[in-house]
């Protein structure tokens, strides 16, 4: 017997309720419950980094956290970085110029590391952002390009 | 990722998980930052009915000095310990030890108390813990009793937490004058769990050492205390330190995908080596 839970979380600024099963990840109330289909399931073990998330501004793996445990939080996901119109933020256009996505799966988390990287306003180095991204693999190698799109972001945000 | 469904309880305070525990019995697991159950849990290798959230719990979260101790509470995270800056005042060897956890998101969820509580041989905090002396503060929900991080660490994922105990805090003695400390591990790549780590506390006067704590993790089943190398370091000036050093006793490194037991004996000896070397460093008497 499945228990649900009545569960309310703001997504990408949206206040989202669902009632789901109680053992359901945050990357499985996101996908099945939600509908928000940007994190993706990798390893299941908090190393691949695919479905990194920010949960209260923090980066999170969706996969190791129950959705129950942060109900009432707010969730950002690649999605969330879009511009109130509808077109890529500033972080999503520079992965889009420097063509750093390849098959595109890792993409939706290195963008939300890169996120939770920039997020602290101090100018990163080259190898600083690459210490940033040691959580997250990129099975097409495409580690320079996603490593020059975070440093342009950087650079067009003025840090 | 498909894990048969579980119950989910969440524990206001660690009185009510202790009972909840009681209640369920084997079938229970409690979750904080999650950062080491869930990956069994998705891996399939627990299948927990009932997880109590502590996470939220009214319980502490924080670092506190007094009478010459460094008491941090069991639900800090990583993170916040890396970062916090009375932690890093009283006892430094913490917070660089917190840093050294996983990736970003591995921090800014794991906790102290469930990475003591799991006692994974290969992890940082309980090898400081260990090094420092450390003990820690147990509750049944009922009584409080105290363990020294030492004898709680009985083997690979395995402590003296009793099925319905709880880790509320962690005491460690402040850095006192004179000391100097370091960590050090190494890992195939930055985020991996350690092949070997070692840290040193060295109290260096008249040029030479007057008292040293040394413990290594990730060669036994359990961080291990290095009381046959602190004793062979008494005297010795900052240069001859790692001419001193002398057999490891009691690590028992094993070979895995990860690393040969020999070669993990050898980290384990270079790692002593430059812990000790940085710890003398920053004592403040290095020559």
């Known amino acids: ?159 | 990722m498909f894990t048969r469904p579980f119950r989910f309880e969440r524990a206001d305070r660690l009185a009510q998980a202790c009972d909840l525990l009681r209640e369920h019995g084997e079938g229970a697991k409690v979750i904080a930052g999650g950062q080491s159950l869930m990956p069994l849990v998705n891996l399939g290798l627990v299948q927990p009915e009932v997880v109590i959230d502590i996470s939220r719990a009214d319980a502490r979260r924080d670092v506190s000095v007094a009478d010459g101790f460094v008491t941090v509470g069991a639900l800090i995270t990583h993170a916040r310990l890396a970062a916090d800056p009375v932690a890093a005042r009283a006892q430094p060897l913490l917070g660089a030890a917190a840093a050294k956890i996983g990736n970003a998101r591995v921090r800014a969820r794991g906790t102290l108390g469930g990475s003591l509580a799991h006692s994974d041989p290969a992890a940082e905090l309980p090898l400081v813990m260990v090094a420092l002396g450390g003990v820690y503060e147990i509750t049944d929900g009922r009584r409080s009793r105290e363990v020294k991080a030492e004898e709680f660490h009985l083997g690979f994922l395995t402590s003296q937490l009793a099925e319905d105990e709880l880790v509320v805090a962690a005491r460690v003695p402040a850095l006192g004058p004179g000391w100097g400390w370091s960590f050090q591990e190494v890992s195939r790549r930055d985020g991996d769990f350690a092949l070997a780590a070692a840290a040193a506390l060295v109290r260096m006067a008249g040029g030479g050492v007057v008292e040293s704590r040394v413990a290594v993790g990730g060669v036994a089943d359990r961080p291990v205390r290095l009381a046959n190398v602190e004793i062979s370091l008494g005297g010795a000036a900052a240069a001859e330190l790692g001419s001193r050093v002398g057999p490891l006793n009691g690590i028992r490194p094993v070979s895995d995908t990860g690393a040969s037991a020999g070669y993990r004996a050898h980290l384990a000896r270079v790692l002593v080596e430059r812990a000790l070397a940085e710890a003398a460093s920053r004592s403040g008497e290095a020559a």
């Open chain 1, 1 to 159: 017997m499945t228990e649900e839970v009545s569960l309310t979380l703001t997504v990408n600024g949206r206040e989202v309720s669902r009632t789901a099963g109680a053992h359901l990840t945050l990357l499985r109330w996101l996908r099945e419950a939600a509908g928000v289909t940007d994190p993706k399931y990798g390893c299941g073990e908090g190393i691949c980094g695919a479905c990194t998330v920010l949960v209260d501004g923090q980066p999170t793996s969706a996969c190791l956290v129950l959705a129950a445990q942060v109900d009432g939080a707010a969730v950002t996901t690649a999605a969330g970085l879009l511009e109130a119109d509808g077109s890529l933020g500033p972080l999503q256009r520079a992965f889009h110029d420097q063509h750093a996505a390849q098959c595109g799966f890792c993409t939706p988390g290195m963008l939300m590391a890169a996120a939770a990287a920039l997020a602290g306003g101090r100018r990163l180095s080259r190898r600083e952002i690459r210490q940033e991204l040691h959580g997250n693999l990129c099975r097409c190698t495409g580690y320079g390009p996603i490593v020059d799109a975070i440093e342009m972001a950087q650079e067009e945000a003025g840090q």
